[in-house]
């Protein structure tokens, strides 16, 4: 399957020359398309990776703006209310052993509604991911707290995001949308390396597990198990109020 999708983006590109290639990846497919001018990236393990980016590109990576249109900005005015704070939910990645699970963000859901009266949840991530985490949540948490987003496009997500209050997630893609929102980000990390891709930005904190990453370096993740289960839901609630996040 991973070869196939290679082959899948080799025909699909081969036969167009291309201004310009900007390749994260550092992959061989850079090398064999015709182009005019290309870059590509070779990450490190040393530095976080939006300062690899920024000395890379030779521009501030760390202040990007996510365009989002008139009408994704309309629909949201019609959704979000003043009387509210929103809290953005991701219970979603691409790895198991790096995903805290749904219960445990059932949890802290109930906890941080227990302090907080007056927040919503809105719950993002693919239609892929809705399947498993969604109803779980709606069999336990009010649906008149819930708006769902899962399956939303990035920009209408960045919409929502941009006029939350706190996103609360597992180390994924829309953890960076959400610091690229301008949002407070909580990511929750195991196995993978804060170091590197900890959210970055003004209000912006890392929970992580009682192992740090050198623990997970050396041994190896089984590949349909969650190694995140000593993150408890209460140093998240402490760190949202030591921190005045809502």
Same mark, same amino acid.
């Given at each position: 399957k991973y070869n196939l999708h290679w082959f899948k983006i080799i025909k699909n590109c081969f036969f167009t020359k291309w201004d310009i290639i900007i390749d994260f990846r550092s992959s061989m497919i850079s090398y064999v398309l015709f182009h005019r001018k290309k870059f590509i990236f070779k990450k490190n393990n040393i530095s976080h990776h939006l300062d690899q980016l920024t000395n890379f590109f030779k521009f501030d990576c760390f202040n990007l703006m996510i365009h989002i249109s008139d009408e994704e900005v309309k629909e949201v005015e019609k959704t979000i209310s003043k009387q509210f704070k929103y809290v953005v939910i991701c219970p979603g990645g691409n790895w198991k052993p790096k995903l805290w699970g749904v219960k445990n963000f059932i949890k802290l859901m109930k906890n941080i509604k227990q302090d907080y009266s007056n927040v919503k949840f809105i719950i993002v991530g693919s239609l892929f991911e809705k399947k498993y985490y969604f109803q779980n949540v709606i069999n336990e948490i009010n649906k008149n707290d819930i708006i769902d987003l899962m399956g939303a496009s990035l920009t209408l997500t960045s919409a929502y995001m941009k006029k !939350? %209050? *706190?996103?609360? &997630?597992? %180390? !994924? &893609? *829309?953890?960076?949308l959400s610091t690229a929102s301008n949002l407070a980000t909580i990511g929750l990390f195991g196995p993978t390396d804060d170091k590197i891709y900890a959210p970055k930005g003004i209000s912006c904190f890392v929970v992580r597990t009682k192992e740090d990453y050198e623990y997970f370096k050396r041994n190896i993740c089984e590949p349909n198990k969650s190694y995140m289960q000593s993150i408890n839901e209460k140093s998240i609630i402490g760190l949202i109020q030591k921190n005045k996040l809502l």
């Open positions: !939350s %209050d *706190l996103f609360i &997630g597992n %180390d !994924s &893609g *829309l953890m960076h």
